[in-house]
């Protein structure tokens, strides 16, 4: 090969670091599903980009370096919070990610912490833990997160989402 295509092949060739770069968005639409090994790489990945920011909403939010771009949403914040792994998109989206996701209107609205909430509970043949909980894309805005959306790939257990259930049936 002369030199001219090896250097357009290498010129074509996607970067290494680029490569260890771990698509934050997709994890969030559960691209692949929650997985504690997945969660585990991301974050170990997110550690290796930013310092966490853990002085709001129980959650560790990693500022990226650059700001990243999926159908027309934009984040640069990477959010790991109980069993969830999601990005803060810029604004409020949510009922826009709700339309392009195919999420429904959630009956729950946490506790006050959201004013606006859209899920989907993944198919059952993408819930590889359905013996401990569910599996979820959620888009939620509030009062936490001013000009921000919180999308991510969300673990219930089936005891939280029990309590859950039971408080909006209890409530007025």
Do not use: W
């Amino acid at each position: 090969m002369n030199r001219f295509a090896l250097l357009v092949a290498a010129l074509a060739a996607p970067s290494h670091a680029a490569a260890q770069t771990p698509d934050f968005l997709a994890a969030a639409l559960c691209e692949p599903p929650y997985s504690t090994g997945n969660a585990m790489d991301l974050y170990e990945a997110a550690e290796k980009l930013a310092k966490p920011d853990t002085s709001s909403l129980g959650a560790a939010i990693y500022h990226l370096p650059a700001p990243i771009e999926r159908d027309g949403f934009k984040t640069q914040d990477v959010v790991f919070a109980g069993m969830s792994v999601g990005v803060l998109l810029e604004g409020a989206v949510a009922a826009e990610l709700g339309k392009r996701y195919a999420l429904s209107a959630e009956k729950s609205h946490l506790f006050g912490a959201s004013t606006a909430g859209f899920a989907r509970v993944l198919p059952e043949e993408q819930q590889g833990m359905k013996d401990l909980g569910l599996i979820s894309i959620v888009a939620r805005e509030g009062p936490a997160m001013p000009g921000k959306t919180l999308l991510a790939c969300e673990f219930v257990s089936n005891e939280d989402r029990a309590a859950l259930e039971a408080y909006d049936q209890g409530k007025p």
